[in-house]
């Protein structure tokens, strides 16, 4: 029987479990087998995007889990996100739709605003002009958010967050908009622990979910020449002494500290590894350690943006 994994509380009620799968980049073919591995491991959160090509993928091995009674439809937590080329808000609706028919699933349990800078709407995911800076869209972050709130009005989300915001633009939807996100997903990891965001998140109800939390090592990052955090020393060490990998404890590191955590892989022996993480405890010296270790190193930066009206990373947090 698989393992159960803890839950936490989003502020419409739902349970969200702690630990997810993440699925960008799971390449050509692997996607399918990823989801029916990480199923029968005990994942039950997924966390997905139209951006990553694979909706159909993981809504394959949803399905081929569920049609096996392994598990069922409303035991799993599934996240999908709204790309920056559908923020213009007629677009919001329809594009929930396509994702749900790619999925193919009648409702999303979370569906994100992938970022808050919208695009040109259109077939090219990153619309550039001739100098190569992304073209913005028209609607703002709000008018979006208006139309994510319809997504929940109609039944097709039960639940809408953001991912990529800073404090500003949270504050932009908490002062106008109707529906309080029930999550902000952004990068995290010992580099980037978040703290400052993360505790102004949580005075306002919502949860955050740490993406790339192992460094992300398939993606081509300025790394500052930092080591990359699976080779870090003083993460090694800590590993060492819990005698578990580098990778189990930059995902423990989010889960103690009460942060959603949705590493990615493809690797049936890393889907597994990933996920026993819940029979140990770290010091809270080690935790300072770990938390020590931020050098605002962030990899996502999303340089193509960095001229937009509504890039979040200018801000402090
Ligand atoms: N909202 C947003 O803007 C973003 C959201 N995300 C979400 O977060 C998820 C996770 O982030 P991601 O950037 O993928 O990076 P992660 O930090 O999760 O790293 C994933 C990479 O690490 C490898 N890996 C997995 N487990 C281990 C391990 N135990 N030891 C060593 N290597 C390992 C994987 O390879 P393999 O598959 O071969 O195991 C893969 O190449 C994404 O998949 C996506 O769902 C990510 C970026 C931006
Ligand atoms: O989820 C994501 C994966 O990485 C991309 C960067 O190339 C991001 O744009 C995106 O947010």
């Not at 491991?41 to 694979?54: E, S, W």
């Not at 990998?245 to 889960?255: A, D, E, N, P, T």
Request: proline share 5%; glycine share 8%; hydrophobic share 35%.
């Amino acid at each position: 029987m698989a393992a159960k994994v803890p839950s936490v509380k989003l502020n419409t009620g739902a349970s969200m479990p702690i630990l997810g799968l993440g699925t960008w980049l799971s390449k050509d073919g692997e996607g399918t087998q990823a989801i029916k591995d990480a199923i029968d491991v005990g994942y039950r959160h997924i966390d997905g995007a139209y951006f990553y090509l694979n909706e159909e993928e993981i809504g394959a091995g949803i399905k081929a889990k569920i049609d096996e009674g392994v598990v069922k439809r409303e035991e799993l937590f599934v996240v999908d996100k709204l790309w920056n080329t559908f923020h213009r808000r007629d677009l919001v609706v329809p594009m929930l739709k396509k994702t749900l028919a790619q999925l193919g699933l009648s409702y999303i349990d979370l569906y994100l605003m992938h970022w808050p800078t919208s695009y040109k709407e259109g077939d090219d995911f990153l619309p550039k002009d001739k100098d190569g800076k992304v073209i913005p869209g028209t609607d703002s972050i709000l008018d979006t958010w208006r139309a994510m709130e319809e997504c929940v009005r109609l039944g097709l989300a039960k639940a809408i967050g953001v991912s990529n915001f800073n404090r500003e633009q949270i504050e932009t939807l908490l002062t106008n908009g109707t529906t309080v996100p029930a999550c902000n997903q952004v990068e995290s990891h010992p580099y980037l622990t978040q703290t400052k965001l993360i505790e102004y998140c949580k005075s306002k109800g919502i949860v955050v979910v740490a993406y790339s939390p192992l460094g992300s090592p398939a993606g081509n990052w300025n790394t500052r020449n930092v080591a990359p955090l699976l080779e870090n020393e003083t993460i090694r060490k800590i590993a060492e002494k819990y005698k578990k990998s580098v990778g189990q404890i930059l995902i423990k590191f989010q889960v103690q500290r009460g942060i959603v955590c949705i590493p990615k892989s493809s690797n049936k022996d890393r889907i597994k590894s990933n996920f026993d993480i819940f029979d140990f405890e770290m010091s809270p010296e080690d935790m300072s350690t770990l938390t020590g270790l931020d050098c605002n190193l962030r990899y996502v930066e999303m340089g193509i943006d960095v001229d937009h009206p509504d890039y979040p990373f200018r801000a402090e947090f």
